[in-house]
């Protein structure tokens, strides 16, 4: 079992930057993988990123290449995900999870996701 605890959302204006920070606890943070999900208003659950336990490799859904970017502190047992030039219908609230099947994948999807935190509302304003 983990603990994953969010912290960083807020409200932005559209255009703007935010840091997400997920702490982890109850494993050995570098043997897994973690991620990002999200859930919009009305909308599903969603895969936005993921970053393999090393930190080696990262994935992202086409939305947000080149906006989001994912990292790890395995010595601090926290995650990040550095969101850029957000857009309103980034508003959502974001979850961190944690993939503890697996170190590394090549492509990673919502259901690989086991352990979530408690999420953190993000709101861009247009």
């Known amino acids: 079992q983990v603990q994953l605890v969010e912290s960083g959302g807020g409200l932005v204006q559209a255009g703007g930057s935010l840091r997400l920070s997920c702490a982890a606890s109850?494993?050995?943070?570098?043997?897994?993988?973690m991620g990002w999900l999200r859930q919009a208003p009305g909308k599903e659950r969603e895969f936005v990123a993921a970053?393999?336990?090393?930190?080696?490799?990262?994935y992202y859904i086409d939305s947000v290449k080149g906006r989001f970017t994912i990292s790890r502190d395995n010595a601090k047992n926290t995650v990040y995900l550095h969101m850029n030039s957000l857009k309103p219908e980034d508003t959502a609230v974001y979850y961190c999870?944690?993939?503890?099947?697996?170190?590394?994948?090549?492509?990673?999807?919502?259901?690989?996701?086991?352990?979530w935190g408690q999420g953190t509302q993000v709101t861009v304003s247009s």
């Open positions: 999870a944690a993939d503890l099947n697996h170190a590394f994948k090549v492509k990673y999807s919502l259901g690989d996701f086991g352990s």
């Open positions: 970053i393999s336990g090393g930190a080696g490799s990262a």
């Open positions: 109850g494993r050995t943070f570098s043997n897994y993988a």
